[in-house]
């Protein structure tokens, strides 16, 4: 079994308190790793180690293009290591063989675009409207100080990278947080910061549970700014934390994201898309398609169609490259899955296919749920309206474009969303009205690096990824240089404002 310790200040180290906790694989229940159970007193250790490296310095004093070749030659790393990552991924997380190897490439990919990112323009002249001509002005971006990263399971390592990339690139320093269920996957990227030119302290990464170690982290007075991936309830949580002392904060919460197919779709391509949207990832995915709305001239066409197309999936070894669905990431998670199901059935949706565990013996120790798919769904059923992070979606049926826009919004979320049409001119008009981050037409999930990814309203504050992501961990600067030649210093309003008429 593999064993980690926390990095800190450039060395690994068990926790101070000297416990530890495990991993498990979600397709076998077996143990994978034995990881440090980080503390509080971790915590303080890492943050002060954060805090010096930025304090002290080199980091943030680098160049941009300096900080950009230190990332890049992680990115390097990482394509490296995929074989390993790919597999250990597997093996902790659950995900199929595809999704892991998807996802390897892009953590690479994406950090290797933060490293050009990095050498970006930091400061930018104005012209000063109050002294023209005796004055210089600068905006500048400046790194923020320490950041607090908390990321969760379902996507292990392009979460971190989502994180640390643009953190980095901007000359923050940081303290990150794996979710207690892929601790592995982490720590395998931690000893390739360990060794790749990033000075000791500018990453540090402690395992550790939610409630531990995360709350630690986000209560602590000496860091800057949080930035969380996970659920809207925690999000929450950890804003009111920020609250005590103005933390900066980015949130990446949940979704519940409408996936409309109008009637003049191309009925095929939608199918698979949709399919798409709803089962990636056995559904674990904060931009799920998990409200199906479809125009009631092809209603029942498309879901004959998309049933059968459903049934086809194949659950299995998620190491198997032919697998389409693996397991749930955990035993609570399975439960929590199937306990929305019965939610559904009991509000009176329609279950036409799965709704249960798998019944085949050869998938019994995974944490396995079908592909459930709930027609007549109303929108305000608890499973039209929660995110379930399950193989799940419910189908809603609409009529015109406006009811089809009224329930695609009807949700306390707003992270992303797809319209099928090959209407482009009403595709387009639609996008604009629906409450969402990200809308895709005629595709789904096609995630851009350089393009800003988050949420409306409940699913978050802030955006990842693109120029936007850098923005989000700088703080802005104005400097007024004023010419040493111009000597009246008195109330400079008065050389500006014209002068009021005097008393007679
Ligand atoms: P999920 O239910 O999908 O696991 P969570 O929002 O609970 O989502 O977890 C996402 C991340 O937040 C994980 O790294 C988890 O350990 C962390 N976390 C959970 N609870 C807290 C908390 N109270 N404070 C800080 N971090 C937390």
Known sequence: MRKYQLLIDGQFVSAAGGQTFESVNPYTGDPVARVARGQKADVDKAVAAARKAFDEGPWPRLSGEERGRILKGIAEKIEAASADLVSL??????????????????????????????????TKPIESLSKPGVSQNLIAREPIGVCAQIIPWNFPLQMAIWKLGPALAAGNTVVLKPAEETPAVAMELAKIIAESELPPGVVNVITGYGEEAGAALAEHPDVDKIAFT????????????????????????????????????????????????????????????????????????????????????????????????????????????????EAGKKEGARCVLGGKA??????????????????????????????????????????????????????KY??????????AEKAMRIARKLRAGTVWINEYHLISEKAPFGGY??????????????????????IHIDEIADRSKKFWYDSVVAPSPQPA
């Open 457 to 478: 309203k409940q699913s978050g504050l802030g955006r990842e990824l693109g120029e936007d992501a850098l923005d989000e961990y700088t703080e802005i600067k104005h």
């Open 358 to 411: 798998p019944e085949q013996p050869e998938l019994s120790q995974g944490y396995f749920v079908e592909p459930t798919i709930f027609v007549d769904v109303d929108n305000t059923m608890t499973i039209a309206q929660e995110e379930i992070f399950g193989p799940v979606v419910s189908v809603i049926r609409f009529k015109t474009d406006e009811e089809a826009v009224r329930l695609a919004n009807q949700s």
């Open 89 to 122: 991924m597997i093996e902790e997380s659950g995900s199929t063989y595809r999704k892991a190897k998807g996802e390897v490439w892009l953590s690479g990919k994406n950090m290797g675009y933060f490293g050009k990112l990095a050498g970006r323009e930091t």
């Open 230 to 341: 996970g659920s809207t309830e925690i999000g929450k949580k950890l804003m009111g934390e920020a609250s005590h002392d103005l933390k900066r904060i980015t949130l990446e919460l949940g979704g519940k994201s409408a996936n409309i197919v109008f009637a003049d779709a191309d009925l095929e391509m939608a199918v698979d898309g949709a399919l798409y949207a709803a089962f990636f990832h056995s559904g674990q995915c904060c931009t799920a398609g998990t409200r199906l709305l479809l125009h009631d001239g092809i209603y029942d066409r498309f879901i004959s169609r998309f049933t059968e197309k459903a049934k086809a999936i194949r659950l299995g070894n998620p190491g198997d490259k032919g697998t389409d669905l693996g397991p749930l990431v955990s035993k609570k998670q399975q439960e929590r899955v199937l306990s929305y199901i």
């Open 414 to 423: 707003g992270l992303a969303g797809a319209i099928w049409s090959q209407d």
